[in-house]
Every structure is written in structure tokens, then in C-alpha cells.
């Protein structure tokens, strides 16, 4: 199939190509390079800098790469995801990321692209009361980031439903680790994600990391997070893409592990490797003591189901980091 990745020069969108085009799949990608970097892009990918909210410069990718061959999906991975940056921000967050998937939807309409993957987040969920999320938990965001996702998500049902097209709406968890090549991972300036964080403070990049609460209500007192290997969720993707284009259908679907692990496990999985300096502070607002994902519709639907564990997870991330001295 010929597939337009816009935001595939990120962190996630990158590994998705690398397993589209392994799996045979023709890709353009499309990239405003924000916060993604050129050098991430497949080389047997096609590439175009643009930016999803110029509708007419959209328009004019698309229309040229489906004069040679119609695009079968397209997916979106071109977001602004940093939490507290959409707290001070709100107006970037909601022109980025909603204005930016209803232009994207108006040029699929007018190129007849029917099928549309949709990276979403477990942050649409916001304080999960029960601690694992299905599906059909409630979603109530506690930011704008989670707001925008969710805002996204309910837009594309809107213009399925008119314009008979068919979704598949991923929110992913904890995403972590690096490609098996060592040629891609998540590279970039202020990176707060804790694996990353954990990682580099055991090369000695962080002189010290802080970890935010010791006292939740978990079984040694920190957050639980459910952690996903990047790999693992770009190869959701091929799934996914494969499954609604085929039996014409829409789906929301989880991915996660459907296992927890706390700050103190993920420290320690790094401390079979080097040592990390860390300290304990105060909890952060609004950062609910467990999130798990219930990864039973993947399972059912897509037959996909994680095939790396946490140890896969910080060692692809460690190698990549040594590599690359980030
Ligand atoms: N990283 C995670 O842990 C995580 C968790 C849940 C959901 N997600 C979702 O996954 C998606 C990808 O996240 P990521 O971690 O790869 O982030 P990223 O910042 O690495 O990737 C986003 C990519 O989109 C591009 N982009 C942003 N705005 C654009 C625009 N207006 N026009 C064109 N390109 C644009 C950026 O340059 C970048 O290459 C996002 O939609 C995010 O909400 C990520």
C-alpha cells in the first residue's frame, strides 16, 4: 500500500516507517522537522518538509504523489506533545494539533484517502480512577496536550461518518527504547520522559534526576507507568492499517502492556547496567499514581501483542545513547 506518514520524521512516525518499508509498504512522508530530524527518515522513503496546517501546501504534496499512485492511508503523528508546554501554551497546542489533523482531513477528503491512522495518547484518559485503562474507561484529559488528543480523536469519527471513511485511533502509553539498528531512537534537547532521563544520568549526561514522589499509594511508594518499546507500537501500525482497510471498519485501540512498573523498577533496570544518582522531591501535579493499560482489544483485533519486555526497552535505549553520546 502507499502510505503518507505526516510526522515521520519524529520519534514514533520514524519507527513506523523503518516497519513499513520492511514489511514491503511504498511511504512519503511529510515533516515540518519541529522536532523531528531529516536524518530519521528511511532512506527508501520519500520526503517532503511541509507543515500539516498549510492546507495549499499539503494539497500540493499530495495531489503530486497521487497523480503517480493513490495514497490507501495515511497516518499522523504530527503533534505538539509536551504536557507542560500546553499548559503555558494552549492556543500552539490547539492550532498544531486540531487544526493540523482537520486540514490533514480536508486534503484526504478532497484526495479521496479513505483510511487514516490516528496516534492518540493515554492521556485522553487523565486520572484513570481504576488504574488500568480499557477503552472504554472515561476520558477526561487534566491538560490541554490530553484535550487537543481527544478533540483530534472525536473530529475523525465526525468526518468518518460523513465522508465514509475509516479510522484506527491508537493511545499508546509509556513509549520507550530505540530502533534494533541503532540508527533511530528519541533524540532531542530537554527530554523529560523517564526512561531516557533514567538512562542518561547513569552515562553521566545528567549530573543527577530527581524522582517527583516517593510516598504514593503503590507498592514502593512510586509511580506506576505501563511501558511500551517504540518498535513494538510502529509495528501496530502495519496492523492496524492492514485491518480497517480491509474490513472497512473504525477502531480505538489500546497500547500497552497491560504491566506496570514503577520509577524504582525502572531505576533499578538501569542500575543492572551503571549506577544512577537520584533523589526523591515532591510529587508533581496532577501525575496519577498508577496508569496501565488493558491491552486485551489489540489482542482480539489486531492479534498484536508486545514482543519486548522492559529489559529490551532500557537496553535499546542505552546502546542507542552510547552510540550517539545524547
Ligand atoms: N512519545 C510518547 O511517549 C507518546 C505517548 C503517547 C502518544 N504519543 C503521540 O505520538 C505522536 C508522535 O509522538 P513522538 O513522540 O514521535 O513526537 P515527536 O515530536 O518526536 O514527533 C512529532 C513529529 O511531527 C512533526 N510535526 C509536528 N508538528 C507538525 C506540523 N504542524 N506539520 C508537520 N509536521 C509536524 C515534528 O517535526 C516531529 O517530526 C504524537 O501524536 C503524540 O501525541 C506519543
Not at 491538560?143 to 465526525?158: F, R, V
Not at 492496524?240 to 512498573?261: C, P, R, T, Y
Request: one cysteine or more; charged letters at 25%; hydrophobic letters at 40%.
Amino acid at each position: 500500500m502507499k502510505v503518507c506518514v505526516i510526522g515521520g520524521a519524529g520519534y514514533i512516525g520514524s519507527h513506523t516507517v523503518y516497519e513499513l518499508i520492511d514489511a514491503g509498504h511504498e511511504v512519503v512522508v511529510v515533516d515540518n522537522l519541529s522536532t523531528g530530524l531529516r536524518d530519521a527518515v528511511h532512506k527508501k522513503a520519500a520526503f517532503y518538509e511541509g507543515d500539516i496546517t498549510d492546507f495549499r501546501a499539503l494539497d500540493e504534496i499530495i495531489a503530486h504523489e497521487s497523480s503517480k499512485k493513490p495514497f490507501g492511508v495515511a497516518m499522523h503523528f504530527a503533534a505538539k506533545i509536551v504536557v507542560p508546554e500546553s499548559v503555558k501554551n494552549p492556543s500552539l497546542y490547539y492550532y498544531n494539533n486540531v487544526e493540523g489533523v482537520r486540514t490533514m482531513l480536508d486534503v484526504m477528503v478532497k484526495h479521496n484517502i479513505k483510511n487514516i491512522i490516528f496516534s492518540s495518547t493515554a492521556a485522553v484518559y487523565g486520572e484513570a480512577k481504576e488504574g488500568v485503562c480499557t477503552e472504554e474507561s472515561e476520558t477526561k484529559p487534566i491538560n490541554p496536550y490530553g484535550e487537543t488528543k481527544l478533540a483530534s480523536e472525536k473530529m475523525i469519527d465526525w468526518f468518518a461518518r460523513a465522508y465514509g471513511m475509516n479510522y484506527c485511533i491508537f493511545r499508546y502509553f509509556n513509549v520507550a527504547g530505540a530502533h534494533k539498528t541503532l540508527e533511530i531512537g528519541l533524540l532531542r534537547d530537554h527530554l523529560t520522559h523517564i526512561v531516557p532521563v533514567t538512562i542518561q544520568t547513569a552515562l553521566g549526561i545528567r549530573k543527577k534526576m530527581t524522582v517527583f514522589g516517593g510516598d504514593y499509594d503503590t507498592e514502593d511508594g512510586t509511580c506506576v507507568r505501563d511501558y511500551i518499546h517504540v518498535s513494538d507500537i510502529a509495528y501496530a501500525h502495519v496492523l492496524g492499517m492492514k485491518h480497517i482497510a480491509e474490513k472497512n471498519v473504525s477502531e480505538v485501540i489500546n497500547l500497552g502492556s497491560n504491566q506496570g512498573f514503577s520509577v524504582k523498577n525502572i531505576i533499578s533496570e538501569v542500575e543492572k547496567h551503571y549506577p544512577v544518582n537520584h533523589e526523591y522531591g515532591a510529587r508533581r501535579e496532577g501525575d496519577p499514581a498508577k496508569l496501565i493499560a488493558s491491552n486485551k482489544r489489540a489482542k482480539e483485533i489486531l492479534g498484536w501483542m508486545p514482543k519486548r519486555d522492559l529489559a529490551e526497552i532500557i537496553l535499546s535505549d542505552l546502546q542507542f545513547r552510547i552510540k550517539h553520546k545524547k
